[in-house]
């Protein structure tokens, strides 16, 4: 006899941070889309009435006391049990009519993420620079890993619990998007966007992010994680470039030497032998941790094949 197909279980993740205006709204979006899913808010130390607000729209609650959103995303995945996990923000802009699509998307093509790809409905959806400096980033990450996404900031995506499961989290702050989507790039998992339409906020909600500051910290986390998933270029970029100067101060001195047989600036000859030293122990460096690296990699990657692929409705 068939066992009855069971359908999967879908958690929404709502990380939430002084979003009384909006709440509200975002919470009764996902309840219409995906009916059969639970609905959990966790607030991050919120000095408004978000938390009051979420719980009477009928969602689940919950805190995480150190600040910043990727310290809520590693407690709502260590936390949450699910099939499907369809996070977004709490602040209204990512459209909740569209997570059905998603989560259609990742079951059907057995996907382990399906990113939501903004398309603003609204000039004000998009802070000023946030546009560029979205596109310079999605650049430099398929610079660095080969591959990318077209939205790497979307903070609307939806996992597998694979996915969730055997993602280390590290970030703390609003990089945490970025780290996910190397991630997923690093264990070549099978990944999907959909476009969706991204709105402005509603009136009463302000934006968290800083376009600087926050930049930076992922411009940070990008050249972070390029020193630690690929060690062999990244300290074999800098004995390349030492060994180069190295050369260019050498040159001179062998000529001189080959025409005279002295050496008359032994400074530069042990500046020059120096820097070749440390171009042989970057170059060095960079081949034992790659080494390290790949086995890191294996276990991980054993980890997320310890869970099973998403299984279609």
């Not at 369809?86 to 057995?110: I, K």
């Not at 979205?134 to 996915?163: C, E, H, K, P, W």
């Not at 690929?230 to 470039?241: E, I, V």
């Not at 005279?260 to 020059?272: N, Y």
Request: glycine content about 8%; some cysteine.
């Amino acid at each position: 006899m068939l066992e009855p197909v069971r359908e999967p279980t879908i958690a929404v993740l709502l990380p939430c941070y002084n979003e009384e205006a909006a709440i509200a709204q975002t919470v009764a979006g996902f309840r219409a889309a995906l009916p059969g899913a639970t609905i959990y808010v966790y607030d991050n130390n919120s000095r408004d009435r978000t938390v009051e607000v979420a719980r009477a729209a009928g969602a689940i609650v919950r805190t995480e006391r150190i600040q910043g959103k990727g310290a809520v995303v590693r407690r709502m995945f260590g936390d949450i049990d699910a099939d499907v996990y369809v996070m977004a923000d709490g602040d209204a802009t990512y459209d909740a009519a569209s997570a059905p699509a998603l989560v259609n998307r990742m079951l059907e093509e057995q996907l382990d993420m399906v990113v939501g790809c903004r398309v603003g409905e609204a000039a004000a959806a998009y802070r000023r620079g946030h546009r560029l400096g979205n596109a310079m980033l999605t650049g430099m990450l398929a610079q660095l890993f080969g591959r990318s996404f077209t939205d790497i900031l979307s903070g609307y995506r939806v996992f597998s619990r694979r996915f969730v499961k055997s993602f280390p989290v590290l970030s703390v702050g609003f990089e945490i998007e970025t780290e996910i989507s190397v991630h997923a790039l690093e264990l070549k998992m099978p990944v999907g966007e959909v476009e969706t339409p991204y709105f402005a906020r509603p009136e009463g909600s302000v934006s968290k992010l800083s376009t600087y500051r926050d930049g930076w910290r992922i411009l940070g986390t990008i050249a972070t994680l390029y020193r630690i998933e690929r060690p062999l270029w990244f300290y074999g970029a800098f004995g390349a470039a030492l060994l180069l100067l190295a050369i260019i101060l050498a040159v001179p001195l062998a000529i001189t030497y080959a025409q005279t047989g002295l050496v008359p600036r032994f400074p530069t000859a042990i500046l020059a032998t120096g820097l070749t030293i440390l171009a042989a122990l970057s170059l060095f460096a960079g081949l034992i941790l790659d080494t390290v690296v790949r086995g890191r990699l294996e276990v991980r990657r054993l980890a997320y094949l310890g869970y099973p692929a998403p299984q279609a409705r």
